[in-house]
């Protein structure tokens, strides 16, 4: 009997050596994690913290958001059914994210003593000194969160302007190409961002395009699928592999321009949604690009793309929260003035409580968002934030606006209002720029590396 006790007790013993080592007891404390420990804010009193809630702007990003938001209001409202009708974007509404406006006076404000309320949207983030506006990153979140909220297609020309191609020239250029390119993009040049193909979407760096030296140039062959802006753009950001045997290590970015030979712009898509901004497909044919218009290294455009979408994934969630707060500030005003067995709609507890849940979701989204914006700002890791604004961001505004349709009942499935297209444009936040299960692997991919 003793025997049997012993041998019990040993293979008790086995057992637990098999036991994952994060079973810990009870009384031991949990691990702290990178993601549960909080960063020392220097400078910090015992009056109180040195920071403000997310939700607290500067004099700088109120003036800029009030201004988005008239422009937004006032000459974007009028043509936004037009547009969505006719697949197309007003001439009008391009040159007006390029023009400047009235100029308010602004106390405190960094920019100068007086600021430009009514800024160049294409070129928020560009430095001055190229004609840019020189604001923050998240300044330029909140002018397409605004955009959004009257239409996602003209928030979608600003973000990919700002967030992916300013950007890499600014990153990545030299001060030649700045000089040239930022100035152009600035005032009048719309730029596009050419990575997906008909066999690379999700699996981005399975490209085709090819791109063979000749001399001091390169010679591009192959075709991208579903490029934003190309239809309006002069300025083309182009992925194109230098050496297919190095993989994606080959992939480098090209400067090409609109009226090269051997580059030719497709027949824009019809789409289910944000379909005033355009998007078609290209096609090279010994398209010559002098080696010079290279956008940073030679083999190095795969890092280049990753840090972009990195950043306009922030970008594409400030886009779905301003559309569905858009869809959710037309949709709930109804709901208090319409009239069923006596009694507003809004007055029923079951509305009441599907209300209050959409609301909670939109705050959260739009914290995830704004957090994201400011560990850009202050030079923290981010992709992780990134990643979830945009995944939840998304999932949000496709759930807000399929309630906002319901809670309308057939005023809602109307082409006559508004809500039926906010739904329609929700659509495509779970596919571009990062599709919904690419952001949750990237997302579990940071939090393996984390435990």
């Given at each position: 009997?003793?025997?049997?006790?012993?041998?019990?007790?040993r293979g008790?013993?086995?057992?637990?050596?098999?036991?994952?080592?994060?079973?810990?007891?009870?009384?031991?404390?949990?691990?702290?994690?990178k993601?549960?420990?909080p960063?020392?804010?220097?400078?910090?009193?015992?009056e109180?913290?040195?920071?403000?809630?997310?939700?607290?702007?500067?004099?700088?990003?109120?003036?800029?958001?009030?201004?988005?938001?008239?422009?937004?209001?006032?000459?974007?409202?009028?043509l936004v059914?037009?547009m969505?009708?006719?697949?197309?974007?007003?001439?009008?509404?391009?040159?007006g994210?390029?023009?400047?406006?009235d100029?308010l006076?602004?106390?405190n404000?960094?920019?100068?003593?007086?600021?430009?309320?009514?800024?160049?949207?294409m070129?928020?983030?560009?430095?001055?000194?190229?004609?840019?506006?020189?604001a923050?990153?998240?300044s330029?979140?909140?002018?397409?969160?605004?955009l959004?909220?009257?239409?996602?297609?003209?928030?979608?020309?600003?973000?990919?302007?700002?967030?992916?191609?300013n950007k890499?020239i600014?990153?990545?250029?030299?001060?030649?190409q700045?000089?040239?390119y930022?100035?152009?993009?600035?005032?009048?040049?719309?730029?596009s961002?050419?990575?997906?193909?008909?066999?690379?979407?999700?699996?981005?760096f399975?490209?085709?395009?090819?791109?063979?030296?000749?001399?001091?140039?390169?010679?591009i062959n192959?075709?991208?699928?579903?490029?934003?802006?190309?239809?309006?753009a002069?300025?083309?950001?182009?992925m194109?592999n230098v050496?297919?045997?190095?993989?994606?290590?080959?992939?480098?970015?090209?400067?090409v321009?609109?009226?090269?030979?051997?580059?030719?712009?497709?027949?824009?898509?019809?789409?289910?949604g944000?379909?005033?901004?355009?998007?078609?497909p290209?096609?090279f044919?010994n398209?010559?690009?002098?080696?010079?218009?290279?956008?940073g290294?030679?083999?190095?455009?795969y890092?280049y793309a990753?840090?972009?979408?990195?950043?306009?994934?922030?970008?594409?969630a400030?886009?779905?929260?301003?559309?569905?707060?858009?869809?959710?500030?037309?949709?709930?005003?109804?709901t208090?003035?319409?009239?069923?067995?006596?009694?507003?709609?809004?007055d029923f507890?079951?509305?009441?409580?599907?209300?209050?849940?959409?609301?909670t979701?939109?705050?959260a989204?739009r914290?995830?968002?704004?957090?994201?914006?400011?560990?850009?700002?202050g030079?923290?890791?981010?992709?992780?934030?990134?990643?979830?604004a945009k995944?939840?961001?998304?999932?949000?505004?496709?759930l807000?606006?399929?309630?906002?349709?319901?809670?309308?009942?057939?005023?809602?499935y109307?082409?006559?209002?508004p809500?039926?297209?906010?739904?329609?444009?929700?659509k495509?936040?779970?596919?571009?720029?990062?599709?919904?299960?690419?952001?949750l692997?990237t997302?579990a991919?940071?939090?393996?590396?984390?435990y």
């Amino acid at each position: 009997m003793e025997g049997a006790l012993v041998r019990l007790l040993r293979g008790s013993a086995l057992l637990r050596g098999n036991y994952p080592t994060c079973l810990c007891s009870w009384k031991t404390p949990p691990r702290a994690l990178k993601s549960s420990q909080p960063e020392a804010l220097l400078g910090m009193t015992s009056e109180g913290l040195p920071c403000a809630p997310l939700q607290t702007f500067t004099n700088e990003e109120m003036m800029i958001k009030n201004s988005v938001k008239k422009f937004a209001q006032e000459q974007v409202a009028p043509l936004v059914s037009t547009m969505d009708e006719n697949s197309k974007m007003e001439k009008s509404i391009i040159q007006g994210l390029f023009q400047q406006g009235d100029i308010l006076p602004c106390r405190n404000c960094s920019l100068d003593l007086r600021f430009l309320v009514a800024l160049q949207l294409m070129a928020i983030n560009i430095d001055a000194k190229y004609g840019g506006t020189g604001a923050s990153f998240f300044s330029l979140i909140l002018a397409v969160e605004e955009l959004a909220k009257v239409d996602a297609s003209v928030a979608l020309l600003c973000d990919v302007q700002n967030t992916v191609v300013n950007k890499l020239i600014e990153n990545h250029g030299t001060e030649e190409q700045k000089a040239a390119y930022l100035t152009m993009l600035a005032t009048e040049t719309v730029g596009s961002f050419c990575l997906s193909e008909a066999g690379s979407g999700s699996d981005s760096f399975a490209l085709k395009t090819r791109a063979d030296k000749k001399g001091d140039y390169y010679i591009i062959n192959g075709s991208k699928m579903w490029i934003t802006n190309a239809e309006y753009a002069d300025l083309f950001l182009v992925m194109a592999n230098v050496d297919p045997a190095m993989g994606y290590k080959g992939i480098t970015c090209f400067l090409v321009h609109r009226d090269t030979e051997g580059f030719c712009i497709g027949r824009p898509e019809n789409k289910l949604g944000v379909r005033a901004s355009s998007t078609c497909p290209l096609t090279f044919e010994n398209v010559k690009v002098p080696e010079a218009n290279i956008l940073g290294q030679v083999g190095h455009g795969y890092k280049y793309a990753i840090g972009s979408l990195n950043e306009g994934r922030i970008g594409i969630a400030a886009q779905m929260l301003g559309l569905a707060q858009g869809c959710f500030d037309y949709t709930v005003p109804y709901t208090k003035e319409r009239i069923q067995f006596g009694k507003r709609l809004f007055d029923f507890q079951g509305l009441q409580h599907q209300v209050a849940q959409v609301a909670t979701q939109l705050e959260a989204a739009r914290l995830l968002t704004y957090n994201a914006a400011r560990l850009v700002e202050g030079r923290k890791l981010f992709i992780k934030e990134a990643a979830m604004a945009k995944y939840y961001a998304s999932e949000v505004a496709g759930l807000t606006t399929s309630k906002c349709i319901e809670w309308m009942g057939g005023v809602g499935y109307s082409r006559d209002y508004p809500v039926e297209k906010y739904f329609r444009d929700a659509k495509i936040g779970t596919i571009y720029e990062g599709a919904s299960n690419i952001q949750l692997n990237t997302i579990a991919k940071l939090i393996d590396a984390q435990y």
